[in-house]
């Protein structure tokens, strides 16, 4: 008989799962909207970005899988469940995007945080998935902070 996969594990993983997707999307939506005087330095910055979050959702649908779960990375699915803001169609200046996109990674990270103590009694493997992924989240939400002058 299969074991039954504690609520906590399934939420916390699949929120985050829905939430990388999301910022992979918008990514790359930016990055081929972008326009702006720093323009390549961005445009190069997200597709950094955009290959970290892609390789962390891809961690986090693999460990859903393993622990019993089935994880939904469908376009209806991370429209529903992400908790990302929606980004601006057309062009978008690269200014907006700094901003938008550290204000994004940034919370990311802290929603996949909010459940951490509690994932980590249930399943500690799966609370350092998230802690890494989190921790490279912040990372580049720093970058983007870092890049500019206010």
């Known amino acids: ?8 594990v399934e939420t ?17 939506q930016a990055h081929w909207n972008l326009h702006g005087p ?9 597709d950094e970005i955009i290959a970290e979050v892609r390789a962390g959702s891809d961690e986090v649908a693999e460990r859903l ?7 939904d990375g469908r376009a209806a699915a991370v429209a529903e469940g992400s908790g990302l803001p929606q980004l ?8 907006k995007v700094i901003r938008m996109f550290e204000e994004r990674l940034q919370g ?23 802690i890494g992924i989190a921790r490279g989240l912040e990372k580049q939400a720093w970058m ?4 500019t002058s206010d």
């Open 88 to 95: 601006d169609g057309g062009p978008l200046a690269d200014d």
């Open 108 to 130: 990311a990270a802290d929603r996949m945080k909010e459940r951490l103590d509690e994932l980590d009694e249930t399943d500690p493997l799966s609370a350092d998935l998230l």
């Open 12 to 28: 916390s993983l699949q929120q985050a799962l829905v939430d990388l997707v999301d910022l992979a999307l918008q990514g790359k």
């Open 38 to 46: 720093r323009f390549r330095s961005v445009h190069l910055q997200l």
């Open 144 to 147: 983007l902070r870092a890049s």
């Open 65 to 71: 899988v393993a622990v019993g779960g089935t994880p």
């Open 1 to 8: 008989m299969p074991k039954t996969l504690p609520a906590i």
